[in-house]
């Protein structure tokens, strides 16, 4: 069955800390790859997504993702995170046929202390 | 606002009570998706429209629910006789479809059941 694995379901971390949240997928073929995120209070916002090309996509507010093919992954990452990156970030996964019935990961409660 | 909306932004009922929820999609978005969201899970995938016509159905969806957009434009998601397990967030979404779907989502629709 199709499937988003996030690693880790609540992560810790100081300001000025890295950031990296795994993601995996179990997907055959061509897949489209998305991280939303949802701050406290707000619905979900598209951060990043990657359809081709470069496997190495910049979102917005510094976050950035890499597609790893032969890993089944796309794991977000932000060299330096701020109070304000508090939040739940998603992986989601669709394919580029038929329904793009997208698959959400459970999720990964980011808590950045000040 | 060019955004999804959706409405009403909460709903309690009792049990046994039927419920509707509205989309009003991005315009010009011609598919539309509803997912639900239950505490410590990402969105899972319920159905979704291409213009007027509903495309895919999950198995999530029971006989007790019924979704329609009968003009294209907006949708409705009916739950009737509703059960305490139909208690989540309901969520719509909204993209201009293509091989690079991108989906949109709106603030959602919280439903308690007693």
């Known amino acids: 069955a199709q499937s988003v694995s996030q690693h880790n379901h609540h992560v810790i971390l100081s300001e000025a800390a890295s950031l990296e949240l795994g993601c995996n997928y179990s997907y055959g073929g061509t897949v489209n790859l998305f991280w939303y995120v949802q701050y406290p209070g707000q619905h979900l916002q598209l951060l990043l997504k990657?359809?081709?090309?470069?496997?190495l996509v910049k979102g917005i507010k510094g976050f950035e993702a890499e597609f790893i093919k032969s890993k089944f992954s796309f794991n977000l990452r932000k060299p330096s995170v701020q109070w304000s990156d508090t939040a739940e970030y998603f992986c989601a996964v669709n394919q580029n046929t038929g329904g793009f019935k997208t698959i959400f990961g459970a999720g990964t409660r980011l808590f950045v202390k000040a | 606002d060019t955004g999804v909306s959706q409405n009403p932004r909460h709903k309690i009922t009792k049990r046994g009570q039927n419920v509707t929820f509205r989309c009003d999609p991005i315009?010009?978005?011609?598919?539309l998706y509803w997912y639900r969201q239950t505490l410590g899970q990402g969105p899972e995938f319920l159905t979704y429209f291409q213009n007027e016509a509903q495309l895919e159905k999950s198995r999530l969806l029971s006989d007790r629910f019924s979704a329609e957009r009968p003009k294209g434009s907006f949708s409705t998601l009916e739950i009737q006789r509703t059960e305490q397990g139909d208690s989540a967030m309901y969520l719509c979404?909204?993209?201009?479809?293509?091989?690079?779907?991108?989906?949109?989502f709106g603030p959602g629709t919280r439903l308690t059941v007693l």
């Open positions: 979404a909204s993209s201009l479809g293509g091989v690079t779907d991108t989906q949109y």
């Open positions: 990657y359809f081709s090309g470069d496997p």
């Open positions: 315009s010009e978005h011609n598919r």
